[in-house]
């Protein structure tokens, strides 16, 4: 069911349902939007809020190439790699630059999931990503890091929307479309944050994406071929739209903070209840399959094996050898080097003794 928050739904006085569930584990933002749709300003703002709200945030940005953060942070990117001296040693424009740094830190992760798991007193995590969306959401070390950390802690995407650009019905759908496909691809509850919404109330949206003929009123106002397309994609939206928690928000004023954790504790249900399985479905896959491969593996060295034994016993077999008593060939092949054949000849008592019979003869 489509959830949405209006500014005028706003009761930012009201405290919100905690979003924490029975567990004592953080809650997790990971904040990813478009370049300037207001990710470092809405950070700063829910950072703040919690922070009145005596609850404890954890901070971490992941963002190497930000010039000045607005808001402290305990974690940052920036203090392990250096990106402009990446590009320079890896000869690179700014986007490889943000990616390899990025690259660079996932390797290290595992520390930062150490540290947060020391820190009992934390009530939230949250993770500022590059300014470039692709950057995190479509690289190795993105999909490393999410993954990471949504194994560990429950973990919401807040997908920061720009209200004010999304007027127009084109950029709209390309913002719901990067939504759905982050969405799809982390299987992690989302929310549409429609921030700026103290420049554009966030009705419209909302709207939108409910009313498929509003939606279509707004695109044939302004004709084009990627009207055309997004006409055609919002009919396959519609699903997605179902399962979509929207919030608008003001990153400047802090209106709307209050819906936005409502809607978290609400994706934080969704994490224990829809994640966590899907995780667990996971798992259960992967250790079939490893048992699958073992147990292939052992079937074959047991066919290899029995290849051997049977190799044995054709070797030792009188009615394959001619004139020579049983086994002498096996002897003189294995006599050379391989103790162990030595050892299994040995075993065969029968064709031992043979063999001391026809040495003895010889001598
Ligand atoms: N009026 C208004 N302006 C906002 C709001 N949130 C952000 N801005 C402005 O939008 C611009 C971009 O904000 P940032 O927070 O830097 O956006 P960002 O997504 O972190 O930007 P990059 O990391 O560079 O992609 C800045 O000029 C902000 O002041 C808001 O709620 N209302």
Redesign the pocket.
């Known amino acids: 069911m489509l959830t949405t928050a209006t500014t005028s739904d706003v009761a930012d006085d009201q405290d919100s349902n905690s979003p924490k569930t029975d567990s004592t584990k953080p809650v997790v933002i990971i904040t990813l939007?478009?370049?300037?749709?207001?990710?470092?300003?809405?950070?700063?703002?829910i950072n703040a809020w919690l922070h009145a709200k005596n609850k404890c945030p954890y901070v971490i940005n992941l963002?190497p190439a930000?010039f000045e953060l607005?808001y402290p942070a305990n974690i940052d990117i920036r203090d392990s790699v250096k990106y402009k001296e990446v590009m320079k040693q890896y000869q690179l424009g700014p986007n490889g630059g943000i990616i390899t740094s990025l690259n660079l830190f996932a390797t290290k992760f595992d520390q930062v999931l150490d540290i947060l798991e020391k820190k009992k007193d934390i009530d939230f995590v949250l993770i500022?990503t590059?300014?470039?969306?692709e950057v995190f959401t479509w690289s190795a070390s993105g999909t490393i890091i999410s993954d990471a950390i949504a194994r560990s802690y429950p973990t919401v995407i807040a997908f920061?929307m720009?209200t004010?650009r999304c007027t127009n019905p084109v950029t709209f759908m390309s913002n719901m479309m990067y939504a759905c496909s982050i969405m799809y691809k982390t299987r992690l509850p989302l929310i549409v944050v429609m921030?700026?919404?103290?420049?554009v109330d966030n009705k419209f949206a909302v709207e939108w994406m409910n009313d498929f003929e509003t939606f279509q009123e707004a695109l044939d106002a302004q004709p084009s071929y990627s009207s055309n397309l997004s006409r055609s994609m919002s009919l396959v939206l519609d699903e997605f739209y179902k399962d979509l928690r929207t919030v608008g928000?003001?990153?400047?004023?802090g209106q709307g903070c209050a819906n936005f954790f409502r809607e978290v504790g609400s994706a934080v249900k969704e994490y224990y209840e829809e994640y966590i399985p899907h995780l667990e479905e996971l798992r259960r896959v992967i250790e079939k399959r490893k048992e699958e491969e073992m147990e292939a593996q052992l079937k074959k060295l047991k066919v290899d094996r029995g290849e051997e034994v049977q190799l044995e016993e054709d070797k030792l077999n009188p009615t394959q050898t001619t004139n020579l008593p049983p086994s002498f060939s096996n002897y003189n092949d294995s006599n050379d080097n391989d103790s162990d054949e030595e050892v299994q000849y040995e075993e065969s008592t029968a064709a031992a003794a043979s063999f001391e019979r026809y040495r003895a003869g010889l001598s």
């Open positions: 939007g478009m370049a300037g749709s207001g990710k470092t300003c809405f950070m700063q703002r963002d930000v607005p500022d590059p300014g470039q969306i920061i720009d004010v921030n700026k919404t103290d420049i928000i003001s990153a400047v004023t």
